[in-house]
Structure formats: C-alpha cells, structure tokens
Nanobody
C-alpha cells in the first residue's frame, strides 16, 4: 500500500525558509520519480517541482525557480522541498505525489504571514 506522509509545514514570516519532507513507503522509492504540488486557497493544485528517481533530473515551475530546491534521499525513502525567501503567495497546502502510482499524501500547510 502506497503511503506518503508530508511534514515540515507551519506558520512563517515573509522572507523565512522551510524544508518540507515526504516520507514514502509501500513501493520501491528508489526507482520512482517524485513531485511536489501546492494548492493555494481558492486556486487549483499546481505542480511546483519534480525529481527523477536517481535525483539527476529536475523540474521547477517558473514561479518558484531559484527559491525552491527539490532533493531526495533514497536510503531514507524521503523527498524534500527546500523553500527559501517565502512570500505571502506561498501560503498553500503542499502535497507529495508519486506519478507511477497516482498517489498523494495528505498535505502539509504552509502559511506565510507577518
């Protein structure tokens, strides 16, 4: 059974940083590409970053390039999203997704507010 559990969200001030984690289980993580999505209030869910199974290829949405960094540790079955210089429009629920199994985590809330 595929399971994805996100953590690391919270309330932060503009300009601060966060690192989100997604712990995976129930499948062979090391051969699976992984994605991070976010859904802001009143908006559709959007893909913000993706990483290949080996960690050698990446995708970033234009809106987050140079501020977001996706990475993975295949020994820990975990994918990360480092978010720097958070802006108020970064307020959203951030979700982990594994395309191979079309499975989502429960999400972690990030709120950016002064």
């Amino acid at each position: 059974q595929v399971q994805l559990v996100e953590s690391g969200g919270g309330l932060v001030q503009p300009g601060e940083s966060l690192r989100l984690s997604c712990a995976a289980s129930g499948f062979t993580f090391s051969i699976s590409a992984m994605n991070w999505y976010r859904q802001a209030p009143g908006k559709e869910r959007e893909l913000v970053a993706g990483i290949s199974s080996t960690g050698s290829n990446f995708y970033y949405a234009d809106s987050v390039k140079r501020r977001f960094t996706i990475s993975r540790d295949n020994a820990k079955n975990t994918v990360y999203l480092q978010i720097n210089t958070l802006k108020p429009d970064g307020t959203a629920v951030y979700y982990c997704f594994v395309p191979q199994f079309n499975s989502w985590g429960q999400g972690t809330q990030v709120t950016v507010s002064s």
